[in-house]
């Protein structure tokens, strides 16, 4: 069973940059990828994929301002994210499509505050 680790979340100011990583244990070159968001009392939603050839699909609340990107060699895939608002604010994860393969990881807390 492949296991994924994300990280790179934090506090940041409206307005802030941060990068995330998703670290899976096994091959995920062949797999669509996605990092979903799930802020409090809101239904985990998708934010941005990318397709094994490298396509990429964004939500419309982040586009322009976010980047999903990939690394098959090491197994990560990569969330750059610009112009945060506090809106951003929620735990983000990472997981395939479209079908959920891998148990989701612990995911990694984004906060958006002044």
């Known amino acids: 069973q492949v296991q994924i680790v994300e990280s790179g979340g934090g506090l940041v100011q409206p307005g802030g940059s941060l990068r995330l990583s998703c670290a899976a244990s096994g091959s995920i070159s062949r797999l669509t990828m996605g990092w979903y968001r799930q802020a409090p009392g809101n239904q985990r939603e998708l934010v941005a994929r990318i397709g094994n050839g490298g396509s990429t699909y964004y939500a419309d609340s982040v586009k322009g301002r976010f980047t999903i990107s990939r690394d098959n060699a090491k197994n990560t895939v990569y969330l750059q994210m610009n112009s945060l608002k506090s809106d951003d604010t929620a735990v983000y994860y990472c997981?395939?499509?479209?079908?959920?393969?891998?148990?989701w990881g612990q995911g990694t807390q984004v906060t958006v505050s002044s």
């Open positions: 997981n395939t499509l479209p079908t959920i393969l891998f148990r």
